[in-house]
């Protein structure tokens, strides 16, 4: 919920806990979901038409980003995760002409879950978030990023984490907001 009040806490917070870190040291991850049907960037119409069609396939199918960036401007691989059910689902996509070192995994529903908010954590995040700490992983309260064994993970290796309140990340986070280059 977004009040004076949510906001107010959140901004204390914050401030306390990267006090004392280097930009390098403040790390902000948040999930996108971006759709693989082509996206003309330019239509044929009438000047001034209110409504224009678009001519693009009927499939809705997406895939889950997770960027993830430093207040220094530093970013890490992005990890991507496909729909699928084996790993050989993954050989529909053009993994090579992808994202410059992205992970990239497979959901049945292409969507983050525990088992994957872990995964990546673990196998992603403190492989590049380099060996200072503490650090700060700022992201959102969903359940994928807060499982027991990635609070686990990020307590023994000195990583504080800090969740947004609750269906407030678009006003928070910039990754929301901006066109992301990967």
Same mark, same amino acid.
């Given at each position: 919920?977004?009040?004076?009040?949510?906001?107010?806490?959140?901004?204390?917070?914050?401030?306390?806990?990267?006090?004392?870190?280097?930009?390098?040291?403040?790390?902000?991850?948040?999930?996108?979901?971006?759709?693989?049907?082509?996206?003309?960037?330019?239509?044929?119409?009438?000047?001034?038409?209110?409504?224009?069609?678009?001519?693009?396939?009927?499939?809705?199918?997406?895939?889950?980003?997770?960027?993830?960036?430093?207040?220094?401007?530093?970013?890490?691989?992005?990890?991507?995760?496909?729909?699928?059910?084996?790993?050989?689902?993954?050989?529909?996509?053009?993994?090579?002409?992808?994202?410059?070192?992205?992970?990239?995994?497979?959901?049945?529903?292409?969507?983050?879950?525990?088992?994957?908010?872990?995964?990546?954590?673990?196998?992603?995040?403190?492989?590049?978030?380099?060996?200072? +700490?503490?650090?700060? @992983?700022? *992201?959102? $309260? !969903?359940?994928? #990023?807060?499982?027991?064994? /990635?609070?686990?993970?990020? &307590?023994?290796? +000195?990583?504080?984490? @800090?969740? *947004?309140? $609750? !269906?407030?990340? #678009?006003?928070?986070?910039? /990754?929301?907001?901006?066109? &992301?280059?990967?």
């Amino acid at each position: 919920m977004l009040n004076a009040t949510v906001v107010g806490n959140y901004f204390k917070e914050l401030q306390t806990v990267t006090q004392e870190l280097s930009p390098t040291s403040i790390w902000n991850m948040d999930e996108t979901r971006m759709n693989l049907e082509h996206q003309p960037a330019e239509v044929l119409a009438r000047r001034g038409a209110k409504s224009v069609p678009g001519r693009v396939g009927n499939t809705r199918e997406n895939i889950t980003l997770l960027p993830c960036v430093n207040a220094a401007g530093g970013k890490m691989p992005t990890f991507i995760v496909a729909k699928g059910k084996t790993p050989r689902s993954l050989r529909s996509y053009n993994m090579p002409e992808g994202p410059e070192n992205a992970e990239w995994r497979y959901q049945q529903k292409a969507w983050m879950d525990d088992e994957l908010g872990e995964d990546w954590f673990n196998n992603l995040f403190l492989k590049h978030c380099g060996p200072q +700490r503490p650090q700060i @992983l700022i *992201l959102d $309260s !969903h359940h994928s #990023h807060e499982t027991l064994g /990635l609070l686990e993970a990020a &307590l023994a290796n +000195r990583i504080e984490v @800090l969740a *947004l309140p $609750s !269906h407030t990340t #678009h006003f928070y986070i910039l /990754l929301t907001a901006q066109c &992301l280059v990967l």
